[in-house]
């Protein structure tokens, strides 16, 4: 079982909802991730969080919006996504950010 | 030129074979390098990381090479359980994971 815990396991919403996803990791870890990873492709990283900080933000379209509230957990609020944006939204952690980071098994978003 | 790149296979190999895989990336100022494994549907999993000296967990072997910008990983006596994709992924400055498109693997009995 992974050490990193992602809420909900599935999301269907439409295009004009708001929701959430969650990611919580107990290892003390320092840095935390947000990945996209469409079907047959590999993951793409989104942002990265280090001590708590927003340390990269991959050009994301600002209908995704991560948030750090503590070190351990990881929220990502969605708004007004597009089709295109089903995908399966992985989250992992790494003792810093030059760590080998590991990985919950992911929330599988469709949008209608 | 993709920044890694991978052969993505299928390896379709029978139990107890040994098969390697290998994978190439574009950035001389990569950092750190690990092999992941993906099953269907899964997240992925750290393997094990690669270093220039070469590492080895049981049967599992990875190996890099700076100069070439070349690393690979041998899998000795092949399980059904090895069949699942595996992912190449360097890290880059700013300590930014770049993943390979991924190598499937199938073992058979």
């Known amino acids: 079982d992974t050490e990193v815990t992602q809420t909900p396991k599935h999301l269907v919403m439409g295009m004009t909802n708001k929701k959430s996803l969650k990611c919580e990791q107990h290892?003390?870890?320092?840095?935390m991730y947000w990945y996209k990873q469409k079907a047959k492709k590999p993951p793409e990283l989104m942002f990265v969080y280090s001590y708590e900080k927003l340390s990269i933000n991959e050009s994301v379209p600002s209908r995704f919006s991560p948030e750090c509230p503590n070190s351990s957990l990881l929220n990502l609020h969605l708004h007004a996504l597009q089709p295109e944006d089903s995908a399966l939204y992985l989250c992992?952690?790494?003792?810093?950010?030059?760590?080998?980071?590991?990985f919950g098994d992911g929330t599988r978003l469709s949008i209608l | 030129r993709k920044e890694v790149e991978q052969d993505p296979g299928p390896f379709n190999v029978p139990e107890g074979a040994t098969v390697a895989f290998n994978c190439t990336y574009s950035?001389?100022?990569?950092?750190?390098f690990f092999w992941y494994r993906q099953d269907c549907r899964k997240e992925p999993k750290l393997l094990m990381s690669v270093y220039s000296s070469g590492n080895e967990d049981g049967r599992f072997t990875a190996q890099l090479n700076r100069a070439s910008q070349y690393i690979s990983l041998l899998i000795r006596d092949s399980k059904l359980s090895d069949s699942a994709t595996y992912l190449c992924?360097?890290?880059?400055?700013?300590?930014?994971?770049?993943f390979g498109a991924g190598t499937i693997l199938r073992v058979k009995s």
């Open positions: 950035n001389s100022a990569s950092q750190s």
């Open positions: 992924v360097v890290m880059e400055y700013g300590n930014k994971l770049v």
């Open positions: 992992a952690s790494s003792q810093d950010s030059d760590q080998p980071q590991h």
């Open positions: 290892m003390g870890h320092r840095a």
